[in-house]
């Protein structure tokens, strides 16, 4: 069977999209690099979303309006994320995460 | 013939998809990553294809790599200075980062590698766009007009955190 027309080898591909996205958001200390690693977790989640949808789901309507739902979000989120960052740049001068510590007691 | 070509083209999309996700992790510079994670999207929407949804790929290009990515050009261009050197990586963080995300990334590969996943035992065979805005609209329209209101919410208060917060002009 072609490897496309197999469960796994989505599976696997959201594994790694998930996991290069957790490395990122471990290891970066850009606030914008942080965005685009947990952007790239949300995708591993819709890849997943839709690959049941595809080979198990009993109708096909709902996981393609549950990847819909992932990308409002998304996009929701990346909006506030995105000014809450113009803002600290412009309290702080920088948007290094390890400076923005002003709540530590 | 045309087996050889969907399965070529197939591994042309995960190649996108894994390499536009190792740049966008990877890179140094910021613009590079923001490129990389186009690449890496784009890779996504024809995975989405793959899977018998063009809607949902075409929607995933307009939202995706045409608003969310854009989006992100501004922020940068609205702060750090791109001419400015990087400061140095500490090894110990890149190393510990490593370390976790290889520990969950081994966790979850034996996870999809053991489980047996069963079919759901009776399956309808409608992708058609009808039948999701069908759903969209009767089902689940309550979490339709949700997502809206949280669209509008995060608007207003992307407006107000950017402009400085409560109380300044």
């Given at each position: 069977?072609?490897?496309?027309?197999?469960?796994?080898?989505?599976?696997?591909?959201?594994?790694?999209?998930?996991?290069?996205?957790?490395?990122?958001?471990?290891?970066?200390?850009?606030?914008?690099?942080?965005?685009?690693?947990?952007?790239?977790?949300l995708n591993a989640a819709s890849i997943n979303f839709m690959a049941f949808n595809r080979f198990l789901a009993p109708h096909p309507?709902?996981?393609?309006?549950?990847?819909?739902?992932?990308m409002a979000v998304a996009a929701a989120e990346a909006a506030i994320a995105l000014s809450i960052i113009v803002a600290l740049y412009?309290?702080?001068?920088?948007?290094?995460?390890?400076?923005?510590?002003?709540?530590?007691? | 013939?045309?087996?050889?070509?969907?399965?070529?083209?197939?591994?042309?999309?995960?190649?996108?998809?894994?390499?536009?996700?190792?740049?966008?992790?990877?890179?140094?510079?910021?613009?590079?990553?923001?490129?990389?994670?186009?690449?890496?999207?784009?890779?996504?929407?024809?995975?989405?294809?793959?899977?018998?949804?063009?809607?949902?790929?075409?929607?995933?290009?307009?939202?995706?790599?045409?608003?969310?990515?854009?989006?992100?050009?501004?922020?940068?261009?609205?702060?750090?200075?791109?001419?400015?050197?990087?400061?140095?990586?500490?090894?110990?963080?890149?190393?510990?980062?490593?370390?976790?995300?290889?520990?969950?990334?081994?966790?979850?590969?034996?996870?999809?590698?053991?489980?047996?996943?069963?079919?759901?035992?009776?399956?309808?065979?409608?992708?058609?766009?009808?039948?999701?805005?069908?759903?969209?609209?009767?089902?689940?329209?309550?979490?339709?007009?949700?997502?809206?209101?949280?669209?509008?919410?995060?608007?207003?208060?992307?407006?107000?955190?950017?402009?400085?917060?409560?109380?300044?002009?």
């Amino acid at each position: 069977m072609a490897a496309f027309n197999q469960l796994n080898t989505y599976l696997y591909l959201a594994v790694i999209l998930f996991c290069l996205g957790l490395y990122g958001v471990l290891s970066r200390r850009n606030l914008i690099a942080v965005l685009i690693s947990v952007e790239l977790m949300l995708n591993a989640a819709s890849i997943n979303f839709m690959a049941f949808n595809r080979f198990l789901a009993p109708h096909p309507a709902v996981g393609q309006i549950v990847a819909l739902f992932i990308m409002a979000v998304a996009a929701a989120e990346a909006a506030i994320a995105l000014s809450i960052i113009v803002a600290l740049y412009r309290k702080l001068k920088s948007i290094n995460i390890e400076q923005a510590n002003e709540l530590r007691g | 013939m045309s087996l050889l070509v969907a399965t070529l083209s197939f591994y042309l999309v995960v190649a996108a998809t894994v390499v536009g996700a190792v740049i966008a992790v990877a890179a140094r510079n910021i613009f590079h990553n923001v490129l990389g994670l186009a690449l890496s999207l784009i890779g996504v929407a024809g995975l989405f294809l793959y899977l018998n949804s063009p809607f949902v790929a075409l929607m995933q290009i307009l939202i995706y790599v045409g608003a969310i990515t854009i989006a992100i050009c501004f922020a940068i261009m609205l702060s750090q200075p791109l001419y400015l050197p990087a400061p140095p990586r500490n090894p110990l963080k890149i190393q510990g980062a490593a370390f976790g995300a290889g520990l969950i990334f081994i966790f979850l590969g034996l996870l999809t590698r053991q489980t047996v996943w069963t079919p759901a035992a009776e399956r309808v065979n409608d992708w058609s766009i009808t039948t999701i805005g069908h759903y969209l609209l009767t089902q689940y329209v309550v979490i339709f007009e949700l997502i809206s209101l949280l669209l509008l919410v995060a608007m207003l208060g992307a407006i107000v955190t950017a402009r400085g917060g409560r109380g300044s002009a």
